[in-house]
């Protein structure tokens, strides 16, 4: 299915590096949140027009220089699992070490891609070491040098050759498509079993383009919806289910390949740095947002009310937070209806379209609160606006000076899109273009 990459190796072999050089470039289509995810786990680019997410194994562990095999070997399974395509570092200065031998045996047994990359390779001299590799017995390495972005283009030029386009296969389904994710033990199979409990709930049991992935097509409280199953129906592999490197590996799969992603929360416990990891890998990508505080019959007695906590999850997301928060309980089925209402009303949000003369009266509206502030001694002036022709609402402002529009005003605009047209729990791109 998705675009996976995931870089695999053991320490210092230039992981990180090759990471960046892979997704350096993403700003252009990705919008950065600040200090959320860690940059060096999870990041989002494309090459020749095809999108694709990268992992990088060596960012979930700390201190990762006296990291043990055994942990290695475990990401590498999860890699396997999970990812669609590998990439095996090797450092060519340094020559074959006995770890590389030991990850290289276990991707020999893997029946997903597996690109040897001899990392390090900045000259001729050292492309001639890198044949010794060979014998790891994945083929002749691809040499490239992170650091100065030799070999690269050719390694992605073949790698996009076992891409899918996304976006074509996700639209073939016109039926919602919702993922259910959060952290370990948030309670995401009891909710996904708050739908399958009736037999007579399912409508037909899709089978996934991935080895074990079932995608199942419900019909409950009068909506027809597929819940993206990776989420933890089937049960326990060979690897630890609460590495969170496991855990996020499988939202990543989920968030990509859904339209909106119930995000759980353990009521007892609030939102952690692994939720807000989570939630931003699915404003990321651009997906549909609905909050389940879940658990909530846990907490109701304890005389926290819905408002306070309410207001304590917006802060926290902020500025982001104009998402439905539903307080539940996969336990005794409270307001498990209300889930699948607001993840229905938010896939629509989503799909909405302003027609251009409604955008343009709302920006004379906007302009007449609040024009663009003076810049350097420079009006700024926007003229028109449109919603661009993409999959979740992005809206342009042409206007004569772009690049003296600041965040503060940028805000406004969205906020006031907000007001106006019911976007609630969808990301949504503004931008300010030259006319
Ligand atoms: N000469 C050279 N050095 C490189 C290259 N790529 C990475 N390095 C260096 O190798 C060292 C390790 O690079 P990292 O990217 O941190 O390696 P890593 O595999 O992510 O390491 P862990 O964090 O331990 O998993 C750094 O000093 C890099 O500057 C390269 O192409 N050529
Ligand atoms: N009191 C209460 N317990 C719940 C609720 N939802 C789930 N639990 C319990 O929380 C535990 C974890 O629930 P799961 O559904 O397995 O959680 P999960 O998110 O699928 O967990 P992983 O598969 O580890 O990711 C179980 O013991 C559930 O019975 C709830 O709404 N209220």
């Known amino acids: 299915m998705g675009n996976l990459i995931a870089i695999v190796g053991r320490p210092n072999v230039g992981k990180s590096t090759f990471f960046n050089r892979l997704v350096g470039w993403r700003h252009a289509i990705v919008d950065e949140i600040a200090g959320v995810t860690r940059d060096r786990i ?14 990088d194994t060596g960012g979930w562990v700390e201190n990762s220089d006296d990291i043990f095999e055994e942990e290695i070997r ?13 990439t095996f570092l090797v450092d060519a200065q340094e020559g074959i070490t006995d770890m590389d031998i030991a990850v290289a045996e276990i991707l020999r047994r893997s029946s997903k891609p597996v690109y040897l990359v ?4 900045d000259n001729n001299a050292i492309r001639m070491q ?20 030799s070999g690269t283009g050719d390694l992605l030029d073949d790698i996009v050759k076992h891409f899918t386009d996304i976006d074509e296969s996700a639209e073939q389904n016109e039926v919602p498509r919702i993922a259910v994710v959060g952290r370990p033990n948030v ?7 708050t739908f399958i409990g009736e037999e007579r709930n399912i409508v037909t049991p899709l089978a996934g383009t991935t080895r074990d992935a079932i995608d199942t097509h419900y019909r409950k409280f009068g909506h027809d919806f597929i819940i993206v199953d990776t989420a933890g129906l089937r049960r326990k ?10 855990s996020v590996m499988r939202s990543v799969r989920a968030i990509e390949s859904s339209d909106v992603c119930l995000l759980l929360i353990d009521a007892t416990q609030g939102i952690e740095r692994q939720d807000m990891n989570i939630f931003s890998l699915i404003v990321r990508n651009k997906k549909g947002l609905v909050l389940v505080v879940n658990k909530w019959d846990l907490v109701e007695k304890n005389n926290k009310t819905v408002d306070e906590y309410t207001k304590l999850i917006k802060e926290r997301i902020a500025p982001f937070n104009d998402v439905p928060i539903i307080f539940a309980s996969a336990l005794t089925k409270q307001r498990v209806f209300k889930v699948i209402e607001a993840a ?24 007449q609160i609040k024009e663009p502030p003076v810049y350097k001694g420079k009006l700024v002036k926007i003229k028109y606006a449109a919603q661009l022709p993409t999959k979740t609402p992005q809206f342009a402002f042409f206007c004569n000076l772009p690049q003296y529009i600041k965040d503060p005003y940028k805000r406004f605009i969205e906020n006031r899109l907000r007001e106006k047209f019911n976007l609630t ?11």
């Not at 590799?133 to 040098?145: A, K």
């Open 237 to 246: 592999t060979k690897v630890k289910e609460d590495l969170e490197f496991y």
């Open 187 to 193: 309670g995401k199979s009891s909710l996904i079993n």
């Open 74 to 86: 475990k990401q590498v399974l999860i890699a396997i699992d999970e990812a669609d395509i590998i």
């Open 42 to 55: 999870y990041g989002k680019s494309d090459w020749n027009g095809k999108e694709f997410s990268v992992i």
């Open 118 to 121: 001899a990392n390090k390779v």
């Open 344 to 367: 229905m009303q938010v896939y629509e949000n989503r799909k909405r379209r302003i027609p251009t003369s409604e955008l343009n009266n709302f920006l004379q509206e906007t302009l």
């Open 130 to 149: 890198a044949g010794e590799f060979y014998s790891l017995g994945l083929g002749d390495p691809w040499c490239i040098s992170s650091i100065n972005g």
């Open 425 to 435: 729990g969808v990301p949504i791109q503004i931008y300010f273009r030259e006319k």
